[in-house]
């Protein structure tokens, strides 16, 4: 049980409630503060002082005052009217990422709602209920608004929701599951909708795959240095001490680990050779970078993780109307990532390329092909690969940098970060596939020498090998393509000690 406080929520409980289902509650003391905001905000209803949300229209809406008797109405027709969402749904997973963000940020007790409403998100949760929620219309300020609107819906029980697999009418998964539609009341309605958390919640299951994709590279990269006759001069620690930029050193720690004790023959220093190419030998240097930009997200993601992003907020001597929900922050976490994973595929394809180059692959028959000219080898893979960099390179671009103003241009600046999310989704699944081809490369041309690697890269080929065998002749290649890179996907060296604690040293 993951107890949200508004504190102390991490990345890992995103994953493990959005992936793995563990059950969520709100706990105590949040519940104290919920209550304690919740009497602030009924006092201020009752008042005559005009309070943004509470009893005035929103948006360029706001001069407008609302009766009592109108304040209700105005929190179903708020989350109804901002219902505009298109588009293909949003993953599961992505979903109840963000509804558990949501209901997080609502037990900071800044929020001025009643406890039911976060707990009723928990309920969804923990009886797998899931709202449908399309993936298109928000542009990140005020926070994800559509996204987070369709999720309310379902709190209304209105619109649709998945149950136990089954896409059926929100009203009728409640029912099913044994729980009541809410009667929203005032501001509870806007406490649901301002807000970063359809972003965010990509954001940290995308980074958490990130990081793993980047031991993948790490482990794809060092079978390609031994299919390549590399050296490993070029990871001397004391080279990357003198640079000392943390995920550098990191990667030339973990690639040593990797490449420890080979007995691979090399070229290093005959004819031409005197150093290795710059997919070779600058793998600390931008596979570092891309680390040291994940976890710069890593910590963006951190504290937006426990922050207020609602609006207004509602402290003990006033409710304040600001602009917590705008996504800017994240934004620009969310497009650097897609430039650093563009970097982290752009060299493995250089590197899958060189193998299949017979001018550059030190002996290799050309294309890795067993009978070159009859058969075409990996030739065709190496252009998907380029494919997929150039279409990432397109995906790479900000999208925080665009922004169109909206809402009769009281909201003139926006964030776009619903967007740089978005575009980070497919960069992350093409730039896996850009691995797996490397990794099919680099496995087939120490198949074709006959090479035992360390005994750390025979552990992982082993692995691999067993979900995607090696063969022989002209094949076709999409079926092993697709399956390398499920296999990355399912983090399939985890299980392997011997890989696993060269992670684990690499790190320390």
Known sequence: ????????????????????????????????????????????????????????????????????????????????????????????????????????????????????VAERICDLLNCGITPVVPSRGSVGASGDLAPLA???????????????????????????????????????????????QAMLSIGCLRLVELEGLFFAAQITAALSIEALRGTAAALDARLHAARAHAGQVLSARHLLKL????????????????????????IPQVHGAAWDTMQFARGVFAVELNSATDNPLVFEDAIVSGGNFHGAPLALALDYLAIAVCQLAGISERRTERLMNPSLNEGLPAFLAS?????????????TSAALVAEMRVLASPASTGSIPTSGNQEDFVSMGMTSGLKLEQSADLARMVIAIELLAAARALDLRGDRSTPVLEAARRSFRERVPAWREDCVLSVWMEEAAKYLEDDGWRDQGTVQIAVEEAVR
Do not use: F
């Not at 037990?107 to 009643?114: D, T």
């Not at 009978?371 to 190496?382: H, K, N, T, V």
């Open 371 to 383: 009978q070159p000219g009859i058969e075409s080898g990996m030739m065709m893979a190496q252009v």
């Open 1 to 116: 049980m993951i107890n949200l406080d508004g504190a102390s929520l991490t990345i890992e409980d995103v994953v493990a409630v959005a992936e793995g289902r563990e059950r969520v509650g709100i706990a105590g003391e949040a519940l104290a503060l919920m209550r304690q905001s919740r009497e602030r905000v009924e006092g201020a209803m009752r008042g005559t002082t005009p309070v943004y949300a509470l009893n005035t229209g929103v948006g360029l809406l706001a001069n407008i005052r609302l009766e009592d008797h109108e304040i209700e109405a105005m929190q179903v027709n708020l989350i109804r009217s901002h219902c505009c969402g298109v588009g293909a749904p949003l993953p599961v997973k992505v979903v109840r990422g963000m509804m558990l963000i949501r209901a997080n940020v609502l037990a900071k007790g800044l929020s001025g709602i009643r406890a039911v």
């Open 150 to 196: 369709h999720m309310a819906l379902t709190l209304i029980g209105e619109g649709k929701a998945e149950y136990h697999g089954e896409v059926l009418d929100a009203a009728v998964c409640m029912e099913r599951a044994g729980l009541e539609p809410l009667k929203l009341e005032g501001k509870e309605g806007i406490s649901l909708l301002n807000g970063t």
């Open 259 to 282: 490449l420890e004790g080979s007995v691979i023959p090399r070229t290093h220093g005959e004819g031409s050779r005197i150093q290795d190419a710059y997919c070779l030998r600058c």
